[in-house]
């Protein structure tokens, strides 16, 4: 028994159509690389991406097949090594297969302007936690990074209200970023694989409205504007 590709309408079925046209150029046209991939995997970079439709990381750095192992959850968050509580155990999963069983050279923590699940984090912050089964809990490895300084004009730092972290949410998805990449360097196999020059650390952060990138050094933790020219 066969399903029917003509069963689907609206968007499955245009999804449906776009894997009829991959398999007809991948696999009926150069089968050079999917028959490479069905011996196994070797992927260069592990990717810790939010769930957000917008953010297709293998879209917009053009990934091709087998390249990228890739964890999404809401706000692309790494939890610390020893979190408890079994939250972000699929997560903490993925890192470790990434790393130790895959090997890859690189991770690269990829936030995002916008981002919804670092909004609800600094709704939470402000006291207005939205109603939810599930995503409270898990953003709760957010609220670190809701809690932001600044410098006044005579050196002293402030905590900044809340409410203006409603208004620069970036801070907050920056900072979020830097915090999983300090909680990666927590777990002891990234730790060492960073400490014999084998893995590199990178945070990324995409600005939806202009289409920048921010990025922090190879293993650092301040983020920059990448210069693409
Ligand atoms: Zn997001």
Partial sequence: MHADITGYSGVMARFAEGIRQFRQTEYRGDRELMQQLQQGQKPELLLVGCCDSRVDFSLLAGVHPGEVFTVRNIANLVPPYDYGGGTGQGVRAAIEY????????HVV?????????????????????????FIGSWLVLAQDACRQETVDSN???????????????????????????????????????????????????????????????????????????
Wanted: proline residues 5%; aromatic residues 10%; glycine residues 10%.
């Fill in 98 to 105: 990434g790393v130790k069983m895959l090997q890859v050279s």
């Fill in 109 to 133: 923590v990829f936030g995002h302007a916008q981002c919804g699940g670092i909004k609800a984090a600094i709704d939470t912050a402000a006291g207005d936690a939205p109603a939810s089964d």
């Fill in 155 to 229: 050196g002293e730092l402030h905590q900044l209200p809340v409410s203006a972290l409603k208004e620069y949410s970036y801070l907050v998805e920056r900072a979020s970023v830097l915090n999983s990449l300090a909680n990666l360097r927590g777990y002891p196999w990234v730790a060492e694989r960073v400490a014999a020059g084998t893995l590199t650390l990178h945070g990324w952060w995409f600005d939806l409205q202009t289409g920048d990138l921010w990025v922090t050094a190879p293993n650092g933790d301040a983020f920059m504007p990448l210069d693409f020219d």
